[in-house]
Nanobody, 122 residues
């Protein structure tokens, strides 16, 4: 069974930095794109950043220049370096993986992690 496990959330002051990591467990053969989404209280889940297996990235306008997404295909991990954090970045951050295939033939079009809380105080 394949799972996504996030780590690295926490409480930080405005202007500070945090690094989120997400590891895909299981005997994984390939993952198309991986990424991070976030959901603040009372708001819909929104895209933060995505990265393809080839390394192409996409960022929400609100985080461009502050956040950097990276990926280790061999380790099946994706990370999000968040700098210059703002109170409006406070949310639960979810890891996402698209088109996950394992050596045993398992396929899932989209997987989500359970989320990790990021709180930025002013």
């Amino acid at each position: 069974q394949v799972q996504l496990v996030e780590s690295g959330g926490g409480l930080v002051q405005a202007g500070g930095s945090l690094r989120l990591s997400c590891a895909a467990s299981g005997s994984i053969w390939s993952i198309n794109s991986m990424g991070w989404y976030r959901q603040a209280p009372g708001k819909e889940r929104e895209l933060v950043a995505t990265i393809t297996s080839a390394g192409s990235t996409n960022y929400a306008e609100s985080v461009k220049g502050r956040f950097t997404i990276s990926r280790d295909n061999a380790k099946k991990m994706v990370s999000l370096q968040m700098n210059s954090l703002k109170p409006e970045d406070t949310a639960v951050y979810y890891c996402n993986a698209v088109a996950v295939r394992t050596y045993s033939g398992y396929y899932n079009s989209e997987l989500w992690g359970r989320g990790t809380q990021v709180t930025v105080s002013s």
